[in-house]
């Protein structure tokens, strides 16, 4: 029982981090049909104020918490003027024009990080009530990844709430289906991507946050944890929350397994994940029809 | 009249050239009175990038050697000029840097953080003639089966601090018998396993090898790996067992950030980190670093020679007071080495100097330092230096120990 308990615990937790991360991707791509390469940019930055708000103390929980929530905040405000300022003027561009240009704004944010919080790595410790382990049926299990797997899943929940029961969400997906009669019908398109955006990169900022007492902030933060959120995004399908759920479970319980089982082929979780999914369904496991069903 | 002017005129032409050329002979000094060119060293490191700290560090060391020898009246009467090409940690921006430097006509060269980048350059070194001295790549095929004239290095092998761990951990813990080792899972990190194991089976014959983890370099959640380790050791290996963490960069960190709460660190005896930055685990954990010991080849503070006080002192003067790290002190190594080499070949010819490599011997910052005449290899100690937080501190972490040990294998 524990040889499977705890891989299960370590998959899930992961799997609830890459989520948070990649649902804002998959939202951004399925609404506004830009692949954000400067997402992990975003993620990144958010791990950095983190740790500023936090003066890179260990916090009560609260604490933790304002600073997360700052953090992210910070991120969806600034997201939301590169949105208007660059982002709107690329929509009617291929494309590889539109890749371009996240890709530029990835390397502008990469390069300032190093500009203001310099070249030495930093640290922010644990929050100082998820320092430790538990014991959950036999098996040690540290606090902070249960508190991972209930935001994730709390984020789940909400994101399915605002797209599937509020007007706003019925707005999203009637811009996401077809930009051009949700216009014609007096739906503020601009405002929906911005909004979006913004809501997306808030996701990434929060999926910074979370992660910064787990790994070392310097300037490579931006790619830890892209390229196995995109992978999540094209196994759940583009624009799928639900499917990045999923895909994000999958891929974290894989590793997990294969780390715990057969080490030689964690190295190629992903990619086995990635290549056997697309090849039984090339549009990912929910595709693009999810956001229309419901 | 008119004959009579132009007469004058060319008198005065003539005689102003001939006044010019006297005067660019005198201020030349004709034979003796020109200013000796510089003689130039190329130093290729990683000056961008998430590891821009070692090619900083580096060429900020090497400035101080430059300007303490050009202080004493530089080499063969020559001062030395420092020109400096951006690694990128990348063979093929390394291959054209050498060339780059090649045109310039620099040709003694030194630095590469990264082994691939050297054993990319290594080659185009030959081809073009020139030199290059291995400040931090620290690879064994460099030593062996790439091995050219060409090359000399002061960064210590892979084969020198893996069996100077062993001699140290056996000479200090001669109770534990049992070690773990966390790696990355790639040629080096196995190596680096291999050396350790080998070199531990001669010294202790009850040696045996415990759980051995090998984590991706593209892992980024390293829990599983932790847990996989955690799950396989016995009740009590916090006082009977140690663990060697040969990881660098992010990985070293995240291990112990990601184990924290599993008390990690509290499940062995012994910790010993090689492969990261002499502080760069205490520097960045802080108040959360763990007791552990970090092998590297150098410590300010473990060098009570005079070369090491003098670098020192000039280090922390042109850098606001921050002491050497070991980056630092192996490209100002390298800059001594060029001068050793250039004095004995009597040219800074690079045909010459390579010459001259084998057994040489220099004044370094750890005392009398011999290059090997079979592999270039400068025979350096390691210093083993014990790191633990201290939460009462400004730094967050203090450092109780450092032990030096001259390793018996080189190589």
Redesign the interface.
């Known amino acids: 029982m524990t040889a499977v308990l705890l891989p299960v615990v370590n998959g899930v937790a992961f799997a609830m981090l890459l989520f948070i991360v990649a649902s804002g991707l998959t939202l951004i791509f399925g609404v506004m049909r830009v692949v954000n390469f400067a997402h992990g940019g975003f993620f990144a930055l958010g791990a950095f104020l983190t740790f500023t708000l936090a003066a890179g103390s260990r916090l009560p929980m609260a604490e933790f918490a304002l600073a997360a929530v700052g953090a992210s905040l910070i991120c969806a405000a600034l997201g939301m003027v590169i949105e208007v300022v660059v982002f709107r003027r690329i929509y009617h561009l291929s494309h590889t024009d539109s890749l371009l240009a996240t890709y530029a704004a990835l390397l502008i944010l990469q390069g300032s990080l190093i500009l203001i919080w310099g070249n030495r790595p930093r640290s922010q410790p644990l929050p100082a009530d998820f320092g430790h382990a538990v014991t959950l049926m036999g098996v040690q299990v540290a606090s902070y990844n249960l508190l991972l797997i209930a935001l994730g899943l709390l984020v789940a929940v909400f994101l399915w709430a605002v797209l599937i029961h509020t007007p706003m969400g019925r707005m999203v997906r009637a811009v996401a289906s077809d930009r051009t009669m949700s216009a014609a019908l007096g739906i503020n398109v601009d405002l929906v991507f911005t909004g979006m955006f913004g809501l997306g990169v808030f996701l990434a900022g929060m999926g910074g946050a979370l992660a910064s007492p787990l790994f070392q902030l310097d300037s490579t933060l931006a790619s830890t944890l892209v390229l196995e959120s995109f992978a999540v995004v094209l196994v759940g399908g583009v624009g799928s929350v639900l499917g990045a759920l999923i895909a994000a479970l999958l891929l974290g319980l894989l590793n997990s397994f294969l780390v715990a089982f057969d080490p030689v082929l964690a190295d190629f979780s992903l990619y086995i994940a990635m290549a056997v999914v697309l090849l039984l369904r090339p549009t990912g496991l929910l595709g693009s029809a999810a956001m229309e069903s419901r | 009249m008119r004959a009579g002017i132009l007469r004058a005129l060319g008198a005065l032409l003539a005689g102003t050239s001939l006044a010019v050329a006297a005067c660019g002979g005198a201020s030349s000094g004709g034979q003796g009175g020109k200013a000796a060119p510089p003689i130039k060293l190329g130093m290729i490191d990683t000056l961008s990038?998430?590891v821009?700290?070692v090619g900083?560090d580096g060429e900020k060391g090497a400035r101080v050697a430059v300007d303490e020898i050009n202080k004493a009246g530089g080499v063969l009467g020559r001062k030395l000029q420092l020109v400096t090409e951006d690694e990128q940690l990348s063979p093929t921006a390394s291959v054209k840097a050498v060339r780059d430097l090649n045109s310039q006509g620099v040709n003694l060269l030194f630095g590469f953080t990264s082994s691939a980048d050297a054993l990319a350059a290594v080659p185009v070194v030959k081809e073009l003639g020139m030199t290059l001295v291995a400040a931090h790549a620290s690879a064994t095929e460099l030593r062996t089966t790439q091995f050219v004239p060409n090359f000399a290095a002061v960064a210590d092998s892979d084969a020198q601090s893996q069996s100077a761990a062993p001699e140290f951990l056996h000479q200090r813990f001669p109770d534990v018998h049992t070690w773990n080792v966390f790696s990355y899972?790639y040629l080096t990190g196995h190596q680096g396993w291999n050396n350790f194991t080998a070199q531990m089976r001669i010294l202790d014959s009850q040696f045996r090898v415990g759980k051995e983890?090998?984590i991706?370099q593209?892992?980024?959640?390293l829990?599983?790996?932790i847990?996989?380790m955690?799950?396989a050791l016995p009740a009590g290996s916090g006082t009977t067992q140690g663990v060697y963490v040969f990881l660098y960069?992010?990985a070293e960190?995240?291990l112990f950030?990601?184990g924290?709460?599993?008390?990690l660190a509290n499940r062995f005896k012994v910790i010993l980190t090689q492969g990261g930055g002499y502080e760069?685990l205490a520097?960045?954990?802080?108040a959360?670093t763990p007791s552990s010991w970090v092998g590297y080849d150098y410590s300010y503070k473990a060098f009570n020679t005079a070369r090491n006080r003098q670098f020192v002192k000039d280090f922390e003067a042109a850098n606001q007071g921050t002491p050497p790290d070991a980056w630092a002190e192996q490209s100002y190594e390298s800059v001594y080495l060029y001068e050793a080499a250039i004095e004995k070949a009597r040219s800074d010819d690079p045909a010459k100097v390579m010459g001259v490599f084998g057994g040489l011997t220099f004044e370094g910052t750890q005392g009398k330092v011999t290059i090997q005449k079979k592999d270039h290899q400068a025979l350096v100690p390691q210093t083993f230096t014990h790191f633990e937080a201290d939460p009462g501190s400004a730094q967050g972490w203090k450092e109780s120990e450092t032990v030096v040990i001259w390793p018996s294998k080189s190589s």
């Open positions: 990038g998430p821009a700290a900083t899972d983890v090998f991706p593209s892992a980024t959640d829990t599983p790996y847990t996989s955690l799950s960069g992010a960190v995240n950030k990601q924290a709460p599993y008390g760069a520097n960045t954990l802080k959360n």
